[in-house]
């Protein structure tokens, strides 16, 4: 396998920290949220992990549209990424997932079997996949 990209980010205190990129692009106060117990006022791992998986899985929508002969304009795609944190079973903590995908200027059937095909190639939902329950919407207009 060929590494096409790395990086290092370096987490210190927690979810009460810093996190930092070892080029000092990424450099951020970390905060728990109110809604566990926390002060808030910044950001925190699921909403860093949100981000991500938005923006990756949106690239991979857009590659794979010109790969099948469309081209989108910027805001023709729109995917909003929920992640959230609760408890199973066995008391452990938990991540789950949710992607709402808005394409503009294609029927539903072809929203949906673009999103599919994200799906198969973006490297969150490969990573995620069999182990956090995602689920998605799909809305073409």
């Known amino acids: 396998m060929t590494i096409l990209y790395s990086t290092k980010v370096t987490a210190t205190g927690g979810r009460k920290g810093t996190i930092r990129s070892e ?3 990424l ?3 970390l905060a728990i949220p109110k809604e566990l ?3 808030g006022g910044a950001t925190n791992p699921e909403q860093l992990f949100a981000g ?3 923006a990756c899985f949106e690239n991979a929508l857009l590659r794979v549209a010109r790969q099948s002969g469309h081209r989108f304009a910027d805001g023709d795609v729109i995917v909003v990424a929920e992640i959230g944190l609760s408890r199973n079973e066995a ?3 938990v991540l789950h997932a949710s992607l709402a995908v ?3 200027g294609v029927d539903q059937a072809t929203a949906e079997e673009l999103v599919r095909n994200a ?3 973006c490297p969150y939902s490969n990573a995620v996949r069999g182990n956090v329950d995602v689920a998605k919407a799909v809305v073409a207009i």
């Open 23 to 25: 080029d000092g692009i």
């Open 119 to 121: 799906d198969a190639i």
């Open 102 to 104: 808005t394409v503009s």
């Open 27 to 29: 450099d951020l106060k």
């Open 37 to 39: 117990g926390g002060m």
């Open 52 to 54: 991500g998986y938005a």
């Open 91 to 93: 008391d452990a903590f």
